[in-house]
């Protein structure tokens, strides 16, 4: 079965803390995606990568930055974090871009930061 | 200004009935996503269309480009199709390939 697994499904972190969110695919995906996910917005992308070191900005990306060093791994990173990033993360992956695949989704990770 | 809007927000059903969920959208889009999310978050995706209908069991996805219209029905429903379902487009300009622009979801609670 394909999966998409995020390191941390809960996490209770400081303000100021550098926050670290793990992705990895099973499926050799070429594209990845961050997500945060808050009541009544929904989903918002963060970042997205579609090949290895290779990295675009989403709708959201103040106070976020990523990492892929290798295909399989997707990493988000929280430089110094704040409570208003306390939020559910959401990572997927798609074969190519989600105008031609389904996303496959981790199952998420929630943040709080106090 | 939403792009992507879903009715109804809320929807309580009794096993059994028949089930709308419907999604609207202001620009071209290449592909339409419907995706499923139970309580706990994890997504689910349902289907993907750019055109015309798709079937998967008791779920019907169709989707009117000229409208710019897409419906998710679900035939006798159960209590475990209680979650939020979510549309999601893709949009069709030449923009950032990663972004779909997702719906705020339908939460539907179906009761035995």
């Known amino acids: 079965d394909v999966k998409v697994t995020q390191s941390s499904r809960y996490l209770v972190k400081r303000t100021g803390e550098k926050v670290f969110l793990e992705c990895v695919q099973d499926m050799d995906h070429e594209n990845m995606f961050w997500y945060r996910q808050d009541p009544g917005l929904g989903l918002r992308l963060i970042y997205f990568s579609y090949d290895v070191k290779m990295k675009e900005k989403g709708d959201i990306p103040e106070g976020y930055s990523v990492s892929r060093e290798k295909k399989e791994r997707f990493s988000l990173i929280l430089e110094s974090a704040s409570t208003n990033q306390t939020s559910m993360y959401l990572c997927a992956s798609s074969l190519e871009d989600p105008g031609a695949n389904v996303l496959t989704f981790g199952a998420g990770s929630r943040l709080t930061v106090l | 200004k939403n792009e992507v809007e879903q009715s109804p927000q809320n929807l309580t059903a009794q096993e059994g009935e028949f089930i709308t969920i419907n999604c609207s959208y202001s620009v071209g889009i290449s592909a339409l996503h419907w995706l499923q999310q139970h309580p706990g978050g994890g997504i689910v995706s349902l289907f993907m269309l750019s055109s015309g209908k798709k079937k998967h069991g008791r779920l019907i996805a169709t989707i009117n480009i000229q409208e710019k219209h897409s419906s998710l029905h679900i035939t006798a429903s159960h209590p475990r199709d209680s979650a939020v379902y979510i549309c999601?487009?893709?949009?069709?300009?030449?923009?950032?390939?990663?972004?779909?622009?997702f719906g705020k979801g339908t939460k539907l609670s179906v009761k035995p």
């Open positions: 999601a487009v893709f949009m069709n300009y030449g923009g950032s390939q990663g972004n779909l622009i």
